[in-house]
């Protein structure tokens, strides 16, 4: 894309607090910086808010409740299918946005955003169909159940899906008549900001959704401990995901967390090499494995693990890696230095205690990656219990093979972690997919298939993975609270 397009976008976003209708700047003028992880570059400068804007926000959320609630489902439908439309027409210069601030090469930036899109038109059709409940009671009593909102809700979003995150728990908070309080990832503010700007041109109605950028800490501790925020979403990390449940007991506070995952990804003997190859290639190297669905332990049954490793590798060795901005790019940069140091030392650990690096395994330099967080894909064998890459979430472009025998071997092998998000599994026996599928202890199972995430289609985990569900009628019920009223009509 042409270098002035790009800067004039930029110079165009919103770089304030969008607060009860407004952009505004943070107290006392106060900014951070956004850098381009491909090239090491400032490219823009956004707000950086603390206490003082977050309380504001929750303010002006607060007073837009009452008004937003009382709209009929129909009519704050029409409101998500304007976002939607507003988001189709923007899509590519939105795509922009994501790849200069987290690298993703910009079809996976733009497919993103269209994902987003499709949420809100989802939501604003299905919250019609969130239907209470009339119970039998005793003669001359009516007993009824019903949803109601909750009231302000605080959306915590990370940087690897930097719009579908924000349009994932924005849509059906909305679509029920809660307002919201977003505080995006400081690494990715611009996608973010462009949004909002887009829902402030349509005219959404002030205090509906406000955003705050800045100090994580900060923010985070007004959300957290503010008794009118009644409800926290957030999707990062474990850690970061612990720390914001012990601080929100204070105000039994409605959690949704989607946490850290380390999907298993097996391979029987029976399975379609060519496909699953494509498939975990595919998997694996959208967003440069920086997604927490992202395969990152590859069991392989050994009578087919010579043929499978040979193909694989050749494969990986054709994935391109460059800026995202590249059209021929397969995947990009890494976020941040510190992503690069995490894979090389688990692979100094792996190949200390005796696996091999078939691929890969180093930092990609040259003329195009030198001021970049680029690594080239790698493919590593002789993975066991021993080594930490088996137990540690990699997000990077590493795929760790491990060898197996037995399916009781390998569901062990694969249930062995503290999380549970993803897994997926390849078999052309049926009654090994039953059981295969019932005894994996993760929220979502990918059968022959890598596609697990759809508007319709509940996601989330278990253990350390976190609670709650985001998508499907199961996603939008968690940002509802139950009603009982019993109607006595006759005494």
Known sequence: MDKTKIET?????????????????????????????????????????????????????EKAFPKWSGLTADERGVWLHKMADAIRGAAKDLAVFMTIEQGKPLNQAEAEILSGAACLDWNAEEVKRLKGETIPGPTGELLLVQ??????????????????????????????????????????????????ALFDKIGLPAGVVNIVTGDAKAIGGVLTADNRVRKLTFTGSTAVGKMLFAQSADTVKKLSLELGGHAPFIVFEDANVDKVVADLVAAKFRNNGQVCTSPNRIFVHESIQATFTEKLVSAVEQVKIANGLDENASAGPLIREDAIEKIDKQLDDAKGKGAKILSGGERLTGAEFDDGYFYKPTVITGITKEMAIFYEETFGPVLPIITFNEDDEVIEAANDTLYG????????????????GRRLQYGMVGVNSINISYPQTPFG???????????????????IQVKFLNITYKK
Do not use: C
């Open 421 to 436: 998000l993803a897994s997926y599994f390849y078999t052309n026996d049926i009654g090994r997919i039953a059981e295969v």
């Open 461 to 479: 985990g278990v253990k350390h993975s976190g609670f709650g569900r985001e998508n499907g009628a199961q996603g939008l019920s968690d940002y």
């Open 147 to 196: 949803h109601e909102p909750l009231g302000v809700v605080a959306a915590i979003t990370p940087w690897n899906f930097p719009s579908a995150m924000i349009t994932r728990k924005m849509a059906p908070a909305i679509a029920v008549g809660n307002t919201v309080v977003l505080k995006p990832s400081p690494e990715t503010p611009l996608s973010a900001l462009a949004l909002m």
């Open 9 to 61: 976008l930029i110079e165009e976003v919103p770089k304030g607090l969008f607060i009860n209708g407004q952009w505004q700047e943070a107290d006392g003028g106060k900014q951070t910086e956004v850098i381009n992880p491909a090239t090491g570059q400032v490219i823009a400068h956004v707000a950086n808010a603390g206490e003082k804007e977050t309380e504001q926000a929750i303010t002006a959320a």
